[in-house]
């Protein structure tokens, strides 16, 4: 869906020279046999303050393979682009004085009218430099977006929290994951863990948080929460394991920190859960 393509790291230019004007992007979502089919297309203009060659750096996304049930990362090259120096852009250090003209002749208005028609065809080149340059980029963001929303096919949206920030608390979230393991909720149950892992470690994305944080605890309950919800097949889910295990966790954590004052916000002992 188009809430879950990410936003391409369009802002980072390689080096001061070499300027950046991303175009705003354009979404679109189809509905297929296959699911829900989502777009999105960003163009980006490239300008260089001085003539030379620019890298643009590789791009990186991660995304969830629900063949193989594992995390994989989608990557495009690093691109170089040249920057030519024009006729254009050279002008001497120090103009000479004005000269008086003397009165133009025939043969000389001739040769200002042939000049003048030559001016915008020496003109016509950098423009097309830098609009084969403009809309390369473009093309470039456009085929990543398309090849994106290929492999995102039937990713869930995630919820849209009607809380506040400031009414988010630890106990409330962990309260959300209990009661929707208990309902054998799988795709509530997702959302309320990735709620709690952003929460918890907020300069983490949520996957790989999940996999870092707690893969080596409940490991074999999130894999089978992941295939429930990625690949169906026609069981029911069943949320007790994975509450389970993630009060092992939390207990585990309870203990490392013994003897530490929580704030009146912080977690409640799990004995009141």
């Not at 390689?14 to 999105?40: C, H, N």
Request: hydrophobic share 40%; with cysteine.
């Amino acid at each position: 869906s188009l809430g879950m393509l990410p936003e391409l790291d369009g802002d980072k230019a390689p080096t001061a020279e070499l300027k950046q004007y991303p175009d705003q992007p354009v979404t679109r979502e189809d509905k297929t046999s296959a699911g829900l089919s989502s777009q999105r297309s960003q163009k980006t203009a490239f300008i260089a303050g001085k003539p030379g060659t620019y890298t643009l750096p590789a791009i990186e996304i991660p995304w969830w393979n629900t063949v193989t049930d594992t995390m994989e990362v989608a990557r495009l090259p690093a691109q170089t682009l040249t920057a030519l120096l024009t006729t254009q852009t050279a002008a001497p250090e120090h103009e000479p004085p004005p000269v008086p003209k003397p009165q133009s002749d025939g043969a000389d208005k001739l040769a200002e009218s042939a000049a003048a028609r030559s001016t915008p065809d020496q003109e016509r080149d950098p423009l097309w430099f830098w609009l084969a340059l403009l809309f390369g980029a473009g093309w470039l963001l456009t085929a990543l977006a398309w090849w994106w929303q290929f492999r995102r096919l039937r990713r869930p949206q995630p919820a849209v929290s009607t809380e506040s920030t400031a009414s988010v608390t630890e106990p409330r979230l962990i309260k959300a994951l209990e009661k929707a393991c208990m309902a054998n909720d799988a795709d509530a149950a997702r959302k309320a863990l990735e709620r709690w892992v952003a929460f918890r470690w907020p300069q983490s994305s949520t996957v790989d948080a999940l996999e870092a944080r707690l893969g080596g605890i409940i490991g074999p309950e999130l894999r089978e929460l992941n295939r429930s919800l990625y690949a169906p097949s026609g069981a029911i889910w069943q949320g007790l394991p994975l509450w389970q295990g993630f009060k092992r966790y939390l207990d585990g954590e309870s203990a490392r920190h013994n003897g530490r004052v929580d704030p009146p916000e912080a977690l409640e002992p799990l004995h009141r859960l």
